[in-house]
């Protein structure tokens, strides 16, 4: 068996910053009660006269994440796009990076687990790694919120926390056995309404919203029990960075950076908390961003890259919770 590591990071946001003053010009919120209920001051959502779609944004994240690899396009094996908001219902965005990237006929996979959506896609790019059967796999997380989003005070509960934005990593055969030490993966279907977009599917198709014609639907906007959600996310979080940790021998102590998914900073801090963590041990960019579902994790997790928090040899917990429910996370040595 081998070991993938990231062998290289990108991001992309599009340039069009929301601010919480901004959001007050169309609903009723204050940049106050969301600064203090989840941390965020601002959020990218996408210019609709620009071309930023998933498949766009998540085709520049995954060049530079190529580039970073210092790999070129046709090196890639294989692609897995992680998303909750495709360009199209079908087909997914996969296959439209395939395109765009402009590279041999690869094999390309849709991964739809929303906030767990880039660990998921990690773990099944890892697999490949290990088994050998690939070198390098392209994982990419993209979403396009803000032009699904109910943009009135109706809608506040929702709208106020999602923006967009892509991340992407190169997954590699690693050749000194630094990498992804395990994942884990998780999920509890009992609760999938809890925070979901129900229609238009297969169970409420197009035809059937538009003859009812009703004022009070909403099923075709995302909705979210906030306070339900919240307290799920706080117990699965700290579970499933646990079981990663104790997977390896390892204690919350031996973390150099926690990226978990950026739900909410009162989630992060929580966590953060209850694991007895210190500010540098945690990665937490949703001030700037909001939550951007299966981007989330690759843009923060490029962002500390960057940054330069993150060195060789280093113990990196990724960590994500949200709709399905599905939680999941990555313990990787660097
Ligand atoms: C969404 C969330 C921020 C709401 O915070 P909360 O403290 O639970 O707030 P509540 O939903 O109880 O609402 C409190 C009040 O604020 C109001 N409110 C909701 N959104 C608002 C907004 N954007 N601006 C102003 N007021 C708002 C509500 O209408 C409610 O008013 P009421 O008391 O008069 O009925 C919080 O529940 C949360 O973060 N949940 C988890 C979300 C999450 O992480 N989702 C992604 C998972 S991957």
């Not at 030490?181 to 197009?206: C, D, F, Q, Y």
């Amino acid at each position: 068996m081998y070991t993938s590591k990231i062998a290289g990071i990108g991001h992309y946001v599009p340039d069009n910053v929301v601010t919480n003053k901004d959001l007050e010009k169309f609903m009723e919120t204050s940049d106050e009660w969301i600064q203090e209920r989840t941390g965020i001051k601002e959020r990218r959502w996408i210019d609709p006269k620009s071309d930023d779609m998933p498949s766009t944004m998540g085709t520049k994240a995954a060049k530079k994440a190529i580039e970073n690899a210092g790999l070129t396009p046709n090196d890639i094996d294989f692609i897995v796009f992680a998303t909750l908001s495709p360009d199209y219902y079908f087909p997914g965005p996969g296959v439209q990076v395939q395109d765009l990237l402009g590279i041999k006929e690869i094999g390309a996979l849709d991964v739809r687990n929303q906030c767990s959506g880039f660990i998921y896609g990690l773990s099944v790019a890892d697999q490949f790694i290990k088994t050998g059967m690939y070198k390098n796999v392209l994982v990419i997380g993209s979403e396009y919120h803000s032009g699904g989003l109910e943009k009135t005070t109706r809608g506040r509960g929702v709208t106020v926390i999602f923006g967009d934005g892509a991340g992407a990593v190169v997954l590699s055969r690693s050749e000194n056995n630094h990498g992804i030490l395990s994942t884990h993966l998780h999920s509890e279907g009992k609760h999938a309404k809890e925070l979901a977009l129900i229609g238009p599917a297969t169970n409420r198709w197009v035809d059937q919203i538009m003859s009812e014609n009703d004022p009070d639907d909403t099923s075709y906007y995302p909705y979210m029990n906030g306070n339900f959600v919240f307290k799920h996310a706080v117990t699965r979080f700290s579970e499933v960075i646990m079981e990663a940790l104790m997977t390896n021998g390892h204690q919350p102590g031996d973390i150099n950076l926690l990226v978990p998914h950026q739900a909410n900073l009162r989630i992060s801090q929580f966590i953060q908390k209850k694991m007895g963590l210190s500010d540098e041990q945690v990665y937490n960019n949703i001030m700037r961003y909001g939550n951007t579902t299966a981007a989330s994790i690759p843009i923060a997790l490029s962002e500390a890259h960057q940054e330069g928090k993150i060195k060789e040899g280093d113990l990196v917990c990724l960590a994500a919770f949200g709709s399905g429910f599905t939680w999941a996370s990555a313990l990787i040595k660097w």
